[in-house]
């Protein structure tokens, strides 16, 4: 494929939807089992080919120097797979590759959807189980301009002949199991070679019967080349996402660490955001991923499985009067959602203090990546308390 990876990443990271890249891999990783499918079907019916023809020979040999041959069934099993000591008909591996790979490039162009719906509708975004995703990011993105060319793209694959055949396949061998793949060859006498999808009707739309390796080159070809072109000019809109406003990437920390001889005790970590003044520069509910892009490129950022942080007031020394509020979990930890969302309340230094006093006693596993956030260690000597 001819997108850079490393710069869609970080441009994801940037722009504050860092949540698209977790589809992004999903894709490659499907790509690559679609490919493998594709590889599969090619080189396992040109092995049965091979395999027949020159069994074929073998028999018309043994024919012409003994005056006669028998065909048992290890020659007519000759054809079939060893893998890990283990014996597969090839026929019906050749039908189980190819339902495989008409599912991983449906699932391809399904996570090609969520990519979009991720990285450029942003806080806008779709529930990722929305079965219509296609057409609601199709209706979102109708009128903005700067998505014209991404429209395009997108109506033409909603129209397009190919992923109609790949959408009604998937569905239907889904659904129903009756789209049978015939496998025929000759054997010794003949000339029958049959590789074929057969007819098929979903939703009133008819299919006629196809050459198997054929219809799968298509279906192959168009979705590499539809992933290609629409990540290229996704890669170029990441930077007008819709709305990434209650995104918050940059955490800061503090940590105080009490040293003695059994080992280092972490008395407290408080997380926190700056504002300039107050509150009001912050919505009532804010989307919290610590992530920070090096500057060699390299993205750091780690699941923040804390329930609580503070907002803090920047460039104030006293961090009695820099408290100005607080953020709670509000969607709990049992998500796979990147940014996990927090609603902004007051609160005072007091209650600062309290969650200080009382982390140890609620907190029972810390994890966390430091170079994913800026922030402040305390270390002291408990000697120095004696």
């Known amino acids: ?3 850079d990876f490393k710069q869609l990443e970080k441009k994801l990271a940037e722009q504050k939807v860092y949540d ?4 992004v891999n999903s894709l490659q990783e499907t790509l690559g089992y679609m490919s493998m499918s ?4 090619n080189k396992i019916y040109d092995h049965r080919k091979r395999v027949l023809e020159s069994t074929k020979n073998e028999i018309f040999q043994n024919a012409m120097e003994e005056g006669n041959a028998s065909i048992t069934q290890d020659e007519l099993n000759r054809t079939n797979l060893h893998i890990a000591g283990y014996q597969i008909d090839d026929v019906a ?19 090609l959807f969520q990519i979009i719906n991720a990285g450029l509708l942003g806080d806008k975004s779709y529930p990722v189980t929305d079965k219509r995703l296609l057409y609601n990011v199709l209706s979102k993105i109708n009128n903005i301009q700067d998505f014209a060319n991404l429209k395009q793209q997108l109506s033409q694959i909603k129209d397009d002949n190919e992923f109609k055949y790949l959408r009604d396949f998937d569905n239907y061998i889904k659904h129903i199991k009756t789209i049978l793949i015939t496998v025929k060859n000759s054997f010794m006498i003949g000339k029958v070679d049959e590789f074929y999808i057969n007819e098929f009707f979903c939703d009133d739309k008819f299919y006629k019967q196809v050459e198997s390796l054929v219809k799968v080159k298509e279906i192959y070809d168009y979705v590499i080349n539809t992933v290609d072109n629409i990540l290229e000019e996704f890669l170029n809109q990441v930077p007008n996402c819709l709305d990434n406003s209650h995104r918050i990437q940059e955490i800061k920390f503090k940590m105080q660490v009490q040293r003695n001889e059994n080992g280092d005790k972490i008395d407290f970590i408080t997380f926190y955001i700056e504002v300039e003044n107050d509150l009001s520069e912050l919505p009532d509910e804010i989307k919290v991923y610590p992530l920070i892009v090096k500057p060699n490129g390299e993205i750091y950022s780690f699941d923040f499985r804390f329930d609580k942080l503070f907002v803090k007031r920047r460039n104030t020394n006293n961090e009695m009067e820099s408290i100005v509020g607080c953020a709670e979990l509000k969607n709990g930890l049992e998500t796979n959602e990147f940014y996990r969302v927090f609603e902004v309340k007051e609160c005072s230094y007091l209650d600062y203090l309290k ?21 402040q260690i305390i270390a002291y000597d408990n000697k120095e308390l004696k």
């Open 1 to 3: 494929m001819n997108i």
């Open 20 to 23: 698209a890249w977790q589809y």
């Open 38 to 41: 594709y590889n599969l079907l």
């Open 93 to 111: 591996f050749l039908r189980k590759t190819t339902i495989e790979f008409f599912h991983y490039a449906r699932v391809s162009m399904d996570v």
């Open 355 to 375: 969650y200080q006093s009382e982390f140890n006693n609620r907190t029972q596993k810390i994890s966390m990546n430091f170079y994913a956030m800026e922030g």
